[in-house]
């Protein structure tokens, strides 16, 4: 358990008929950034809040830095957290509002400027809250979970509301605070850049978990796609008689040939177009994004 930020088996949430989360079993390594992702309604706050200890769970377990989720109090001084868009007081300014969550939670004042800083609000620290946009109050709820300097930080949509800047900027963020160590659980539906900067993915469907593992091998899983274009139109429908005689199933589109074939099907595709006279303008592979791979196995059969 030593080198897991969080582990879970068989953690299942039930309201009356209805699961939430349905025996979902995960582990997320220490130091790494781990990307939840699932359709809206798939589990991922809810599973978020049972590993807060903001609602129990029915029927599994799970662990935190080492602690059982049913006794939180062991771990979450060591845990900073955003979940469903940050509160704070309009009144007061941002400064003003991390200075209030530092003496409930007992950190030093010196933290509060440098976090300021850290998530891009330095010039805004002494404008009151109720002034910020939507995505200054997503910053600001950023800086308040990394208060406590937490070993593990829990973001939900953390990029709520930012400009693709102010993504960037979040993203550059996570990476640091990787970089140095801390444990990052992102959920975001941007899956482009949880696929930039997450190393490991759990993915959820209807409550249940349908790939927990490193990014990478999620998407060396799915099968390439290899577009041809033939020099001459006219050659098309030769060109697709020829890619099902190569036992492939080709789909027409643009005046093009797709096929789920990796790199190594093009130089035999070409051969064979050249034994008959047809010339092709171009062949190009494509290994599908995270969100491809998202979509393909989240949508309902």
Same mark, same amino acid.
């Given at each position: 358990?030593?080198?897991?930020?969080?582990?879970?088996?068989?953690?299942?949430?039930?309201?009356?008929?209805?699961?939430?989360?349905?025996?979902?079993?995960?582990?997320?390594?220490?130091?790494?950034?781990?990307?939840?992702?699932?359709?809206?309604?798939?589990?991922?706050?809810?599973?978020?809040?049972?590993?807060?200890?903001?609602?129990?769970?029915?029927?599994?377990?799970?662990?935190?830095?080492?602690?059982?989720?049913?006794?939180?109090?062991?771990? #979450?001084?060591?845990?900073?957290?955003?979940?469903?868009?940050?509160?704070?007081?309009?009144?007061?300014?941002?400064?003003?509002?991390?200075?209030?969550?530092?003496?409930?939670?007992?950190?030093?004042?010196?933290?509060?400027?440098?976090?300021?800083?850290?998530?891009? #609000?330095?010039?805004?620290?002494?404008?009151?809250?109720?002034?910020?946009?939507?995505?200054?109050?997503?910053?600001?709820?950023?800086?308040?979970?990394?208060?406590?300097?937490?070993?593990?930080?829990?973001?939900?949509?953390?990029?709520?509301?930012?400009?693709?800047?102010?993504?960037?900027?979040?993203?550059?963020?996570?990476?640091?605070?990787?970089?140095?160590?801390?444990?990052?659980?992102?959920?975001?539906?941007?899956?482009?850049?949880?696929?930039?900067?997450?190393?490991?993915?759990?993915?959820?469907?209807?409550?249940?978990?349908?790939?927990?593992?490193?990014?990478?091998?999620?998407?060396?899983?799915?099968?390439?796609?290899?577009?041809?274009?033939?020099?001459?139109?006219?050659?098309?429908?030769?060109?697709?008689?020829?890619?099902?005689?190569?036992?492939?199933?080709?789909?027409?589109?643009?005046?093009?040939?797709?096929?789920?074939?990796?790199?190594?099907?093009?130089?035999?595709?070409?051969?064979?177009?050249?034994?008959?006279?047809?010339?092709?303008?171009?062949?190009?592979?494509?290994?599908?994004?995270?969100?491809?791979?998202?979509?393909?196995?989240?949508?309902?059969?």
């Amino acid at each position: 358990m030593q080198n897991l930020a969080i582990s879970v088996k068989d953690l299942s949430k039930i309201y009356g008929e209805q699961t939430a989360v349905s025996h979902a079993t995960f582990e997320v390594p220490l130091g790494t950034v781990c990307g939840f992702v699932g359709p809206n309604g798939s589990g991922k706050t809810t599973t978020i809040r049972m590993l807060l200890g903001l609602i129990k769970p029915t029927g599994g377990s799970g662990t935190v830095l080492g602690e059982d989720i049913r006794s939180p109090e062991k771990y #979450l001084s060591k845990v900073g957290a955003m979940i469903e868009g940050p509160a704070f007081y309009p009144m007061l300014s941002g400064r003003e509002n991390l200075k209030v969550l530092a003496d409930l939670g007992g950190f030093s004042y010196a933290r509060v400027d440098s976090l300021l800083e850290k998530v891009g #609000l330095g010039d805004r620290g002494s404008s009151k809250f109720k002034t910020y946009s939507l995505g200054m109050k997503q910053r600001l709820g950023i800086a308040a979970a990394l208060l406590p300097d937490p070993q593990l930080l829990i973001l939900d949509e953390p990029t709520n509301g930012l400009d693709p800047n102010g993504i960037q900027e979040i993203r550059e963020l996570i990476k640091e605070l990787a970089d140095k160590g801390t444990s990052v659980f992102v959920s975001s539906h941007i899956l482009s850049e949880l696929e930039m900067i997450s190393e490991y993915l759990v993915m959820l469907r209807k409550g249940k978990v349908l790939f927990t593992g490193r990014t990478q091998d999620l998407l060396s899983q799915q099968k390439a796609i290899t577009s041809i274009k033939p020099e001459y139109q006219v050659d098309l429908n030769k060109l697709v008689e020829i890619v099902n005689n190569l036992g492939q199933e080709p789909r027409v589109e643009s005046g093009m040939i797709h096929i789920a074939v990796g790199a190594d099907f093009g130089a035999t595709l070409n051969r064979a177009a050249f034994d008959v006279g047809i010339t092709l303008s171009s062949i190009s592979t494509q290994q599908p994004t995270l969100e491809e791979t998202f979509f393909e196995m989240t949508e309902d059969k």
